[in-house]
């Protein structure tokens, strides 16, 4: 379905069309994700945007293949990475793929590395698992080479250093050049710089942009933060209970947000004029349960343009060249469908 609204369609490595996930817990069923497509073509940034609990991480770790066995029922028109069909790759190929071809920075920065190793022996690590056989030299060599890449000065003298005696934007810079060890075709960074401040928060996406660039590389930068996903992307998606609910390339969206939670997060993006210590705001009203979501669309509640068909009904997808979002609201001519 979405495929067709990318102009690059030709050359996509990955394509989600229609994922659904749902976890089966002791207290019922849980609808993480409820209907996500996109794309993403050889050397494009997407963002992933959406408030806490919208599913990005889920739909990352589907991808991933990371989901739990167990619990979690995955289920796509299509969930495809280059020829390989993700939803129905042995575990084999799933490991090779993983890592190795389709890296992930994960949420949690601190389960990330391991506090008592030295990080260059982290590093060496992370090359290894997909290139056992190289000797020694070769793989010092390749590991200063990976720390010169995710630009850590004196690389030679930080390997020999543990997690704890680096700054968290240093440990950030590692778990990057972790990532990449393989020299993967598609990076998910998911939430890379949550646990960061403003200024190294800057510095950390100007790097993942510089290097997505460089190496051509796909990359997915998932982030609660629109004016985050504004940096180094050509696309985003806005997540809402677990729906991409509106999509565009990043200029579209910031010249004409269509979908009101999107210009509801916009409204929420921390600004420079704010005066200092003074609360974030966040998008008004509760997020709803994903046990039980409710029919038709499901801002509505915490929507100001709702009217009575928002409750009933799932709205229809607008559709402006590769612009879409989901709503009622016809706000002007041009939207066609
Ligand atoms: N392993 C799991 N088992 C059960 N429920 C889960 C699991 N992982 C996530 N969920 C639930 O799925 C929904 C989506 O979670 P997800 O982690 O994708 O949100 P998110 O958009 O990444 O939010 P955040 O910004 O807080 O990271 C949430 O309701 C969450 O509680
Ligand atoms: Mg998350």
């Given at each position: 379905m979405h495929s067709s609204l990318s102009p690059s369609s030709?050359?996509d490595?990955l394509e989600v069309d229609d994922l659904h996930?749902?976890?089966?817990?002791?207290?019922?069923?849980?609808?993480?994700v409820r209907g996500a497509s996109f794309s993403l073509?050889?050397?494009?940034?997407?963002?992933?945007?959406?408030?806490?609990?919208?599913?990005?991480?889920?739909?990352?770790?589907?991808?991933?293949?990371?989901?739990?066995?167990?619990?979690?029922?995955?289920k796509a028109r299509t969930l495809r990475?280059?020829?390989?069909?993700?939803?129905?790759?042995?575990?084999?190929?799933?490991?090779?793929?993983?890592?190795?071809?389709?890296?992930?920075?994960?949420?949690?920065?601190?389960?990330?590395?391991?506090?008592?190793?030295?990080?260059?022996?982290?590093?060496?690590?992370?090359?290894?698992?997909?290139?056992?056989?190289?000797?020694?030299?070769?793989?010092?060599?390749?590991?200063?080479?990976?720390?010169?890449?995710?630009?850590?000065?004196?690389?030679?003298?930080?390997?020999?250093?543990?997690?704890?005696?680096?700054?968290?934007?240093?440990?950030?810079?590692?778990?990057?050049?972790?990532?990449?060890?393989?020299?993967?075709?598609?990076?998910?960074?998911?939430?890379?710089?949550?646990?960061?401040?403003?200024?190294?928060?800057?510095?950390?996406?100007?790097?993942?942009?510089?290097?997505?660039?460089?190496?051509?590389?796909?990359?997915?930068?998932?982030?609660?933060?629109?004016?985050?996903?504004?940096?180094?992307?050509?696309r985003?998606m806005?997540?809402?209970?677990?729906r991409g609910v509106e999509h565009?390339?990043?200029?579209?969206?910031?010249?004409?947000?269509?979908?009101?939670?999107?210009?509801?997060?916009?409204?929420?993006?921390?600004?420079?004029?704010?005066?200092?210590?003074?609360?974030?705001?966040?998008?008004?009203?509760?997020?709803?349960?994903?046990?039980?979501?409710?029919?038709?669309?499901?801002?509505?509640?915490?929507?100001?343009?709702?009217?009575?068909?928002?409750?009933?009904?799932a709205p229809p997808r607008r559709q402006?060249g590769s612009h879409w979002w989901d709503?009622?609201?016809?706000?002007?001519?041009?939207?066609v469908k």
């Amino acid at each position: 379905m979405h495929s067709s609204l990318s102009p690059s369609s030709v050359t996509d490595i990955l394509e989600v069309d229609d994922l659904h996930v749902d976890f089966e817990l002791p207290r019922g069923r849980l609808h993480a994700v409820r209907g996500a497509s996109f794309s993403l073509g050889s050397g494009e940034s997407l963002g992933i945007v959406g408030e806490s609990g919208s599913g990005k991480s889920v739909t990352s770790r589907a991808i991933m293949g990371l989901l739990p066995a167990t619990t979690a029922r995955v289920k796509a028109r299509t969930l495809r990475y280059g020829q390989h069909d993700l939803l129905d790759a042995p575990e084999r190929v799933m490991r090779r793929l993983r890592g190795g071809e389709i890296a992930m920075i994960y949420q949690d920065p601190m389960r990330a590395l391991n506090p008592i190793m030295r990080v260059g022996d982290q590093v060496a690590e992370a090359i290894r698992a997909h290139e056992p056989s190289l000797g020694r030299k070769e793989l010092s060599t390749r590991v200063v080479g990976l720390l010169d890449a995710v630009r850590i000065p004196d690389a030679n003298k930080r390997i020999r250093l543990y997690p704890h005696q680096l700054s968290g934007g240093m440990r950030q810079r590692i778990v990057i050049a972790m990532a990449l060890a393989a020299n993967p075709s598609i990076l998910i960074a998911d939430e890379p710089t949550t646990s960061l401040d403003v200024t190294v928060q800057a510095e950390i996406l100007d790097l993942l942009g510089d290097l997505q660039e460089e190496r051509g590389m796909g990359m997915i930068l998932v982030t609660h933060d629109l004016g985050v996903a504004a940096w180094h992307t050509n696309r985003i998606m806005v997540m809402y209970a677990g729906r991409g609910v509106e999509h565009a390339t990043t200029a579209d969206l910031f010249e004409d947000m269509r979908m009101p939670y999107t210009r509801a997060l916009f409204d929420s993006i921390p600004r420079v004029d704010m005066p200092p210590g003074s609360l974030l705001k966040s998008v008004e009203g509760r997020p709803v349960d994903p046990s039980n979501p409710p029919p038709g669309c499901a801002f509505r509640e915490r929507c100001h343009l709702a009217v009575e068909i928002c409750g009933t009904t799932a709205p229809p997808r607008r559709q402006v060249g590769s612009h879409w979002w989901d709503c009622w609201d016809d706000q002007e001519e041009k939207s066609v469908k």
